[in-house]
């Protein structure tokens, strides 16, 4: 070969190489741009936009792993199975695979294509690869765990735990099959005694055993386990606020009490153990006035228990008090706290006056000369006289404690009176506690008649929990200017409620046969009204008083609903307190057979962070969601009263918010027997319309309406609410809503307003 051929070929040969060369670093270029591009988007999280640039490397440059393996990740990340196993196999075929590249697939096997034998596959090839993995393993067991193959996820499971004894996620996957999934008590105490051996000091295994002990009612044994909490962190206070639960149950309450307060300690607004140490002192003061009761008069006086007991039960009652008021403070809408303050109030109220009623009578029983010469009066005779052909005394009634006294002396006796007091008041019964008796001559008697009235329903007759067996006891002395006194008497007044009966019905035809559709006789219809026109911080309403009374008047001139079962709040008398108030009130008159109506005209408010409506009260301030009375403690009063039909009624702003979302409900006509929870409010999660000074709402208005219109015997609550919602759409730019509430007891009855 010449010279100049030779020349030409290596030319060739270099131009070659450089073209060659030059290519290569055309294409490392875009792999690493492609590459850079990806990475950017799966730092920030795009992982769909990361794997299409990874994709695109991975096609620049077949051999190259980095974009194989992050493509994995990527496409594990957006569940894109096609794309993982497809690099998957790459990596195989490079022979660059990982142990996390296995987990991955079999992860993607059974989150992505639910494939289990296919993961089955991946799991075992990686086992051969990495049979000292500590992650592939507990894949393994994983498998068969989601699978559902319990038993044999048990039994990896002990093998794993016998090669690594310290793994926290074993023993925790182990204690759930045997406690939550095969209801093993004994199995998983096993397996968390071993946890404990393990790790003494994990709380949470200790936590466990509680749980169980508790569930299987081995009360000791959690009693033991909640001292182990104690020894474990000393400083949390739910260890000493549970164990005290305990020790309370058993009886015993000095040390539970210790608890608790240690807990409050620990935690100044601890809340639950709060409201638990003044229930507790709430209870035993309860013991205590309710032992008045049961004490014969001969106890109370001459034995001297009764002045004793009075003050251990102030004692107590002092004691629970500030407990509640700080747990209203910590949660305003706190029901049980302010039901069980008002009765405090009532009780220790009550004491005090006995007190002084019975000084200084019933006290210094060790002095002879006040205690032993009898006064020259006794009391003759007493009766307790009811209204005409009546064995109880109701709601509104007046009956007379009727007493004669006589002057068994012989000198003319005058300034005597007689004293009454109750040993554990029942605030519904109003009479004068001091009662004057008229001059007496030697051997002359009189009768002293003292009326007696069994309260309406009003402000003043705040309730408190009564034992079964508790009575209306009034307890009574004759006492004179000499402050010598007769023997103390009592009598029991028996309280009624009247019950109005229906007229008897043909009922009606249901298909469901195992129902008498026949209507109930009439039950109580109790009825709670609260309007507000002048806002302290809000702006002023027009209509809310007028429309409130008008509604409550309508419902007792034409329905069956009576003045003495009427409760009411208007303007500066509904704050929040009282409207709780209210409540609880009512609670305590309502039997199972009665229903409830609430009627509220006010201002409403909607959180759109929490989703929670709300009633504002005439004195909260603006943006003060913990000033207002929110849907969520409305529902929970509502939900506690066991009433046969409860219908609540609201003319508020952003009302629709009480109510299940399911509007396609359908229900029985006449169904009086079953029980009911309706609502019906003005407008939905909007503003609705106050109307015109003196004119009224217009959902007011069309509801007064469709009450006083109705000429038939009752008034179905569907019906009612058919007919207002299609006035008020038809007249304002609101949409009222008549649904079922967000509350338990709705059995799919109907509420029937029967008129007079």
């Known amino acids: 070969m010449n010279e100049k051929i030779m020349q030409k070929l290596l030319k060739i040969i270099i131009l070659l190489f450089i073209t060659t060369q030059l290519f290569s670093q055309s294409l490392n270029d875009k792999w690493l741009g492609q590459i850079n591009k990806g990475k950017e988007e799966y730092a920030v999280n795009n992982y769909s936009e990361a794997l299409a640039f990874f994709i695109k490397a991975s096609q620049i440059v077949p051999t ?128 968390l005694e071993k946890a404990q051996q393990l790790f003494p000091n994990e709380q949470e295994y200790v936590k466990k055993e509680v749980n169980i002990y508790i569930e299987t009612d081995h009360i000791d044994a959690a009693e033991e386990k909640f001292r182990k909490l104690i020894e474990l962190n000393p400083f ?65 006086t001459y034995q001297g228990q009764g002045r004793d007991v009075e003050l251990t039960a102030k004692s107590f009652f002092d004691a629970a008090k500030p407990y509640f008021e700080r747990a209203v403070e910590l949660n305003t809408n706190e029901l049980g ?117 069994y309260l309406l329903n009003n402000p003043s007759t705040v309730g408190m929990e009564k034992s079964e067996d508790a009575k209306n006891l009034i307890r009574f002395f004759i006492t004179g200017s000499d402050e010598k006194y007769t023997d103390l008497n009592q009598i029991d007044i028996l309280t009624g409620k009247e019950q109005l009966l229906a007229e008897k019905s043909d009922g009606s035809f249901s298909e469901t046969i195992d129902i008498d559709f026949t209507p109930n006789a009439k039950a109580v219809n109790f009825l709670l009204v609260i309007g507000i026109d002048n806002y302290t911080h809000w702006q002023p309403l027009n209509n809310a008083v007028n429309d409130a009374n008008n509604i409550k008047n309508v419902l007792l001139s034409q329905y069956e609903v009576d003045a003495e079962n009427v409760f009411e709040l208007y303007n500066e008398d509904a704050t929040k307190s009282n409207m709780i108030n209210e409540l609880i009130k009512i609670k305590r008159e309502l039997s199972d057979q009665d229903n409830l109506i609430i009627y509220y005209a006010g201002h409403g408010d909607y959180n759109t962070t929490t989703d929670e409506g709300a009633w504002v009260p005439v004195d909260a301030n603006l943006n003060t969601d913990k000033e207002y009375l929110d849907n ?91 007919y207002v919602k299609f006035k008020v759409r038809n007249s304002a730019i609101q949409t009222p809503i008549g649904r079922p509430l967000k509350i338990d007891g709705n059995e799919g009855g109907e509420f029937l307003l029967y008129t007079r």
């Open 632 to 722: 969520t403690t409305l529902l929970s009063f509502l939900n506690s009263l066991n009433t046969k039909h409860t219908f609540l009624i609201a003319d508020a702003c952003f009302s629709g918010a009480l109510f299940v979302a399911n509007d396609e409900m359908t229900y029985k006509p006449n169904n009086d027997k079953v029980r009911s929870r309706w609502g019906f409010t003005s407008g939905n999660i909007e503003y609705v319309a106050d109307g015109a000074t003196g004119e009224g709402s217009p959902f007011a208005q069309y509801l007064a309406e469709a009450l006083m219109e109705n000429k038939r015997e009752y008034l179905a609550v569907t019906e009612l609410i058919s």
């Open 236 to 300: 949390e206070a739910k260890h000493y606020y549970n164990l005290s639960l305990i020790l309370y149950n058993k009886g015993e309450y000095e040390k539970s009490v210790e608890l608790a307060s240690k807990a409050i300690e620990l935690d100044p607004d601890f809340l639950e153990a709060i409201f638990n140490v003044g229930t507790f002192f709430y209870h035993r003061a309860l013991q205590y006035s309710e032992a008045l009761t049961k004490m014969s008069p001969y106890q109370y």
């Open 337 to 453: 706290a302010f039901e069980n303050l008002n009765t405090i109030n009532v009780l220790l109220s009550s004491i005090e006056r006995n007190q002084q009623l019975t000084d200084p009578y019933f006290v210094d029983l060790e002095n002879e000369e006040k205690h032993k010469v009898y006064p020259d009066y006794e009391m003759v005779n007493y009766q307790f006289s009811y209204p005409v052909n009546q064995t109880t005394l109701n709601k509104g009634q007046v009956g007379e404690l009727i007493v004669e006294v006589k002057n068994t002396g012989q000198t003319v006796l005058d300034s005597m009176e007689v004293r009454l007091f109750q040993p554990f008041v029942n605030p519904m019964l109003a009479f004068n506690d001091t009662v004057s008796i008229p001059v007496l001559q030697p051997n002359q008697d009189t009768i002293v008649t003292i009326p007696i009235k």
């Open 64 to 191: 190259d792993t980095t974009a194989y393996t992050y493509i994995l990740d990527c496409a594990y990340k957006t569940q894109d199975a096609k794309a993982f196993f497809n690099s998957f196999d790459k990596l195989v075929f490079l022979e660059y695979e990982s142990e996390r590249a296995y987990s991955l697939a079999v992860k993607t096997c059974v989150e992505v294509e639910k494939d289990y034998q296919k993961a089955v596959i991946y799991v075992e090839a990686a086992k051969e690869k990495y049979p000292l993995s500590k992650d592939l393993l507990m894949t393994d067991i994983l498998l068969y765990f989601k699978y559902g193959d319990y038993d044999t996820a048990k039994d990896k499971l002990n093998v794993f735990i016998e090669k690594f004894p310290d793994n926290e996620k074993a023993i925790n996957l182990l204690y759930t099959i045997a406690y939550d999934i095969k209801k093993d008590y004994d199995e998983a105490l096993k397996i």
